[in-house]
């Protein structure tokens, strides 16, 4: 499926409420132009038994005090499943996801900073990282762009 195609199967299964459908056509275009400097449309990521998201605490090794949170997504099923340790292989599995369905879940994730795409097999030296704060960024541009594009309609007239 490519990413149009991703951000429609959003749309479409997104809760009825009136709201969430038009927030995810609204930053719809930026989670497409973020999905398309990734190289692949579904990466894998490592979750618990529960399907809770596996993280990794990061540190920096000049400044030990910084850490980051992050969560890796593998370009294959054989380098999601390399990386789990042995003794953990009964409890974390690796589950595949369209690349604009992982932008769309990060969003609701506020403890992790970042999260890392290893975009080539067996190649775990580098990583392309979208971080929180310039996803953020990208989301709100385009719910401002949206908002003026699509103003609030004005109250009916026998509102009191």
């Known amino acids: 499926m490519n990413v149009e195609e991703q951000l429609q199967s959003l749309?479409?299964?997104?809760?009825?409420?009136?709201?969430?459908?038009?927030?995810?056509?609204?930053?719809?275009?930026?989670?497409?132009?973020l999905a398309q400097?990734?190289?692949?449309?579904?990466y894998?990521?490592?979750q618990s038994r529960e399907q809770q998201?596996?993280?990794?605490?990061?540190?920096n090794r000049g400044r030990p005090?910084?850490?980051k949170t992050v969560i890796y997504a593998?370009?294959?099923?054989?380098?999601?499943?390399?990386?789990?340790a042995q003794g953990d292989r009964r409890h974390i599995t690796p589950a595949p996801l369209a690349v604009i369905h992982l932008l769309f879940q990060f969003i609701a994730l506020p403890s992790v900073d970042s999260l890392l795409f290893f975009?080539?097999?067996?190649?775990?030296?580098?990583?392309?990282?979208?971080?929180r704060s310039e996803l953020q960024d990208l989301v709100k541009s385009h719910l401002q762009r949206y908002?003026?594009?699509?103003?609030?309609?004005?109250?009916?007239?026998n509102v009191a």
């Not at 400097?37 to 579904?42: A, G």
């Not at 998201?53 to 540190?59: A, G, K, P």
């Not at 080539?120 to 392309?128: E, F, K, S, Y």
């Not at 908002?147 to 007239?157: L, S």
């Open 65 to 67: 005090d910084q850490e």
């Open 37 to 42: 400097q990734l190289r692949h449309p579904q």
């Open 44 to 46: 894998f990521i490592l």
């Open 11 to 33: 749309i479409d299964h997104a809760p009825p409420d009136g709201q969430t459908p038009d927030l995810i056509q609204a930053i719809g275009p930026g989670l497409i132009q």
């Open 119 to 131: 975009e080539h097999p067996d190649d775990r030296g580098h990583a392309l990282e979208v971080k």
């Open 74 to 84: 593998y370009p294959t099923l054989q380098d999601a499943q390399r990386s789990i």
């Open 53 to 59: 998201w596996l993280t990794t605490i990061l540190s």
């Open 147 to 157: 908002k003026q594009q699509h103003p609030t309609p004005p109250f009916p007239p």
